[in-house]
């Protein structure tokens, strides 16, 4: 507790920082805590999934808009492992922040607090023979607690569903022994049947 409260006083003394010019101008810099969520998504066949778009959501409309300006400062995927997605977020504007001022100039105006925070990953392919179904975490208050944590990291284990089609393989007779040729023997015009074969429910670690 004693130490919590001592980083959190050099924190907060470190908050703005001033660096001046030879020209005489001089400008401010605000050093906020952040958060490194790390994702992680596979399928329920343990195989990694590396083609997906992930969108964060928050408040009670569960939309990206509601997300506060600068909340997200970077991104990266890891070149090996390509289905793991790094996110560097500014933990005090989800947390919310009172004005900022610097002798009688405001550097920031007051940001009220993100009390809900969700995501969703829409993963590729979405459609076929073959598919994945997207993971769609509404907007809560339990992400922003189990996540969002000052100056760590945070790592996100999502397993995704894979689905296939019931008629992805099918066996039939063939006429007169001899095997289909031509558009006969063709698979074009066959669609994914409303049947599918399921694997274990998405969830998360």
């Not at 066949?45 to 509601?66: H, K």
């Not at 922040?97 to 940001?111: A, D, F, S, Y």
Request: with cysteine; net charge negative; aromatic share 8%.
């Amino acid at each position: 507790k004693a130490f919590e409260k001592q980083n959190q006083q050099v924190l907060d003394l470190e908050k703005l920082e001033v660096v001046s010019y030879q020209n005489g101008l001089s400008k401010v810099y605000i050093h906020d805590s952040y958060t490194q969520i790390i994702f992680r998504v596979r399928d329920d066949q343990g195989y990694p999934v590396e083609d997906y778009d992930l969108i964060f959501t928050a408040g009670d409309e569960d939309s990206a808009n509601l997300l506060p300006h600068g909340f997200c400062i970077d991104s990266q995927r890891n070149t090996i492992n390509r289905e793991v997605l790094t996110f560097y977020v500014n933990f005090d504007l989800l947390k919310g922040t009172e004005k900022l001022q610097h002798h009688e100039q405001w550097v920031r105006e007051q940001i009220p607090p993100t009390t809900k925070l969700g995501f969703k990953i829409l993963p590729r392919p979405n459609h076929g023979f073959v598919r994945y179904l997207p993971c769609l975490h509404e907007a809560s208050e339990v992400i922003v607690e189990l996540a969002m944590k000052p100056n760590a990291t945070v790592m996100v284990d999502v397993v995704l569903q894979r689905v296939v089609s019931g008629n992805l393989f099918e066996t039939i007779a063939l006429l007169d022994g001899r095997t289909p040729k031509g558009h006969k023997g063709s698979f074009k015009s066959i669609t994914p049947s409303q049947t599918i074969i399921l694997g274990p429910p998405a969830h998360l670690e």
